[in-house]
């Protein structure tokens, strides 16, 4: 018998049975497609993590931090953790610190993370923020995206850069209308006369406290837009960003939180941490060995990427059992439908090994049918799972847009996925025929031809 | 008929016995049988005497418990399952007393199986299908399916089909029981002209006496699954 018309025959007997054909190239269809949504999802995480990482400038980021006491901070902050102890652990991070870092051969821009706590607003709603102190060769980096009005220029001009996400929760739903807007800054400084003569105890029972209230205005020069997966993520969530030239006129406390007291050496705080930009990302471990000699220790994002790479494998395999869940019913629907078709089938399959049909034949005639069911789900699934893909994509779109998010592409369709997916689909569909093609090829003609 | 023909079956000791339940059934006793190529050989007998079961071992169809089959130098009681295919496919044609053709396939789509099954090509298995429906008068109902077709037509088709591959042997296994008494005389008729025309050797069990009287060479009666009375019809 040829190759083709044992295909012939499989597929006159499909078209014969044209529901149940249907039917069960439906369950393979649905099958492959979560099995193609699930993956694409994953490849779709994966190269959004890896893509807003590669712009963010973050594998070329070392943070350094001073030994000792570290404040307690929520999962979030995990890239604050050192990874190793410092070498010194009363080495100060301070100005002198600082410079010594900056003169690293292989550092492009070391500056320190200074932040404090602010009541910030535009007349209306006031939001609770850490403005953070960046100089402007940061600020205009490609790592921060500002997608209205401009990056301070210089790190002496007035004004500051807000995020999108901030704007919001100010009430103002259109970016650009909010550039050249002045935005109202509290803060909190120690009135240091009134302090000699401070008893605590008033404070709480309504006396005159300490503490004085100073509010500047700075206009709004850009906004910064949110990047759907992380990217500079310290940056952006701090919602506003002053240059250091402005930032040292503002009174304030000389620490955001209580924990920056117990860092304290002899006296003297330091930064919490200094971000450091290298030229290249090959000068990474030439500067690190630097800092450490230096007694400081460090966090790098990109030794944290290979953690996430290796997530993402994981990750990858949970979906895939998942989506495979659904293909062994889906195989086990193919078993049922091939069963069945044998046992309809009895006579006529008696009748051809009469006239001269071999185990062979009967058995390539089964398998092809089998082959056809799943090519034929496969291919649909392929359709299902990225119209199903396209449709979750729309609906996390609208769901973030309303959140001011981006738009952004969850899924990946390389173009394996579908040809793996049609594949994988006639492989199981194939395996799923052994056992009928092996039970139809055994009938007995004697038997079959007697059977009514 | 006094030339000595060749020898094309001869089957020696035959036996089958089926497993019923429990129950050991012999459907053959030791059947010797020699059939020369060229002969009408009718085989008879009341049903349960095994001429069924005879048939389906000469055909290939089955294989017996004991005993040896030879056609045409074979031995086909020693072949695998893959030979026997192919014994039945170009050296045994078979027709049945319920025609067994495949009812979602035309009349010709019927004759093309076991062509398609030898292997050949569409054109060439179209062309020899289309003949041979030709040989049997059917050219006009080529396109009908079996159930379009009456009773006496069906078993036409059935017989082409048998043709198909150039067989040396026709089995015909109650040919005629599911047919009118006129309707049986023109396919009787239909397999003795074969035989007579193309020399082709037939094997027929029916119990119609009147048929085969008039177009057997000899009749081979069975009883109990033995051969009682060997021999040309007296």
């Known amino acids: 018998m040829r190759f083709k018309d044992a295909v012939d025959f499989a597929l006159a007997s499909l078209r014969k049975r044209r529901l149940r054909t249907f039917l069960t190239a439906a369950g393979v269809m649905i099958g492959i497609g979560a099995l193609v949504s699930m993956i694409s999802f994953g490849k779709g995480m994966q190269k959004n993590v890896t893509q807003a990482f590669k712009a963010s400038d973050l594998f070329s980021t070392i943070v350094v931090m001073p030994g000792g006491g570290e404040a307690p901070q929520g999962g979030s902050e995990l890239r604050r953790q050192p990874v190793e102890e410092a070498s010194r652990p009363d080495a100060v991070l301070d100005d002198a610190a600082l410079a010594a870092i900056a003169a690293l051969p292989g550092v492009r821009l070391a500056y320190p993370d200074i932040g404090f706590p602010a009541m910030v607003g535009l007349g209306g709603p006031q939001e609770f923020r850490l403005v953070?102190?960046?100089?402007?060769?940061?600020?205009a980096s490609s790592g921060l995206k500002v997608g209205w009005g401009r990056p301070y220029s210089s790190d002496d001009e007035e004004g500051v850069v807000v995020s999108r996400a901030l704007l919001r929760r100010l009430g103002v739903t259109d970016p650009a209308s909010a550039v050249g807007r002045k935005l109202r800054l509290t803060t909190v400084s120690i009135d240091l006369g009134r302090l000699a003569t401070l008893d605590l105890g008033s404070i709480f029972k309504g006396g005159s406290s300490p503490i004085a209230q100073e509010t500047y205005e700075f206009p709004i020069l850009g906004v910064t837009e949110i990047l759907a997966f992380?990217?500079?993520?310290?940056?952006?969530?701090?919602?506003?960003?002053?240059?250091?030239?402005?930032?040292?006129?503002?009174k304030r406390l000389p620490f955001s939180s209580i924990w920056d007291l117990f860092r304290m050496r002899n006296g003297k705080a330091g930064y919490s941490a200094v971000t450091v930009k290298l030229?290249?990302?090959?000068?990474?471990?030439?500067?690190?060995?630097?800092?450490?000699?230096?007694?400081?220790?460090?966090?790098?994002?990109?030794?944290?990427?290979?953690?996430?790479?290796?997530?993402?494998?994981?990750?990858?395999?949970?979906l895939a059992a998942v989506g495979m869940i659904a293909i062994i019913v889906a195989a086990l629907g193919i078993v049922n439908t091939m069963v069945m078709s044998i046992l309809e089938r009895y006579r006529e399959i008696g009748i051809m090994k009469a006239v001269g049909a071999s185990d062979g034949d009967i058995r390539r005639i089964f398998f092809f049918e089998s082959g056809a069911i799943g090519f034929a789900g496969g291919a649909a699934g392929c359709l299902l799972g990225w119209a199903v893909s396209l449709l979750i994509n729309r609906i996390i779109d609208l769901y973030l847009a309303r959140q001011g998010m981006p738009s952004v592409a969850y899924f990946a369709f390389p173009f394996w996925i579908f040809l793996g997916a049609v594949g994988f689909a006639v492989m199981v569909s194939l395996a799923s025929g052994i056992y009928p093609a092996r039970r139809a090829a055994r009938v007995d003609p004697v038997v079959a031809l007697r059977h009514d | 008929m006094s030339a000595p023909a060749p020898l094309l079956v001869e089957a020696k000791g035959l036996a089958k016995t089926y497993l019923v339940g429990d129950v050991r059934v012999a459907a053959l006793a030791g059947v010797d049988l020699v059939v020369e190529e060229g002969r009408f050989v009718a085989v008879t007998g009341a049903s349960g005497s095994g001429k069924s079961t005879l048939l389906n071992l000469l055909g290939g169809l089955d294989t017996p418990s004991a005993g040896t089959i030879e056609v045409g130098g074979a031995i086909i009681s020693a072949m695998g399952r893959e030979d026997l295919a192919r014994y039945r496919r170009s050296v045994?044609?078979?027709?049945?007393?319920?025609?067994?053709?495949?009812?979602?396939?035309?009349?010709?789509?019927?004759?093309?199986?076991?062509?398609?099954?030898?292997?050949?090509?569409?054109?060439?298995?179209?062309?020899?299908?289309?003949?041979?429906?030709?040989?049997?008068?059917l050219a006009h109902r080529a396109r009908h399916r079996p159930s379009e077709l009456s009773g006496g037509e069906q078993q036409r088709v059935a017989v082409a089909r048998a043709l198909a591959n150039g067989p040396r042997l026709?089995?015909?296994?109650?040919?005629?029981?599911?047919?009118?008494?006129?309707?049986?005389?023109?396919?009787?008729?239909?397999?003795?002209?074969?035989?007579?025309?193309?020399?082709?050797?037939?094997?027929?069990?029916?119990?119609?006496?009147?048929?085969?009287?008039?177009?057997?060479?000899?009749?081979?009666?069975?009883?109990?699954?033995?051969?009682?009375?060997?021999?040309?019809?007296?």
């Not at chain 1, 966090?299 to 993402?312: G, K, L």
């Not at chain 2, 495949?102 to 398609?116: D, F, G, K, S, Y």
């Not at chain 2, 050797?201 to 009666?221: P, Q």
């Open chain 1, 132 to 139: 953070q102190v960046i100089p402007a060769a940061v600020a």
């Open chain 1, 230 to 250: 992380g990217g500079e993520a310290n940056l952006t969530a701090n919602a506003v960003m002053i240059p250091p030239g402005p930032a040292k006129r503002i």
């Open chain 1, 279 to 318: 030229g290249s990302l090959g000068d990474l471990n030439r500067v690190r060995t630097g800092i450490h000699g230096l007694g400081f220790a460090t966090f790098a994002p990109a030794d944290q990427f290979e953690e996430i790479t290796r997530a993402f494998v994981v990750m990858d395999m949970v």
């Open chain 2, 92 to 137: 045994a044609g078979m027709i049945f007393q319920s025609f067994n053709l495949v009812p979602a396939r035309t009349a010709l789509e019927n004759v093309e199986l076991p062509l398609i099954f030898a292997g050949l090509e569409k054109s060439e298995r179209r062309r020899r299908a289309a003949e041979l429906l030709a040989q049997v008068g």
């Open chain 2, 170 to 234: 026709l089995l015909a296994d109650e040919p005629t029981g599911n047919l009118d008494s006129r309707t049986s005389r023109e396919i009787v008729g239909l397999i003795a002209g074969l035989n007579r025309e193309r020399k082709l050797t037939i094997i027929m069990v029916s119990h119609e006496e009147g048929l085969v009287r008039e177009f057997a060479h000899e009749i081979v009666r069975l009883r109990d699954g033995r051969v009682v009375e060997p021999g040309g019809p007296s």
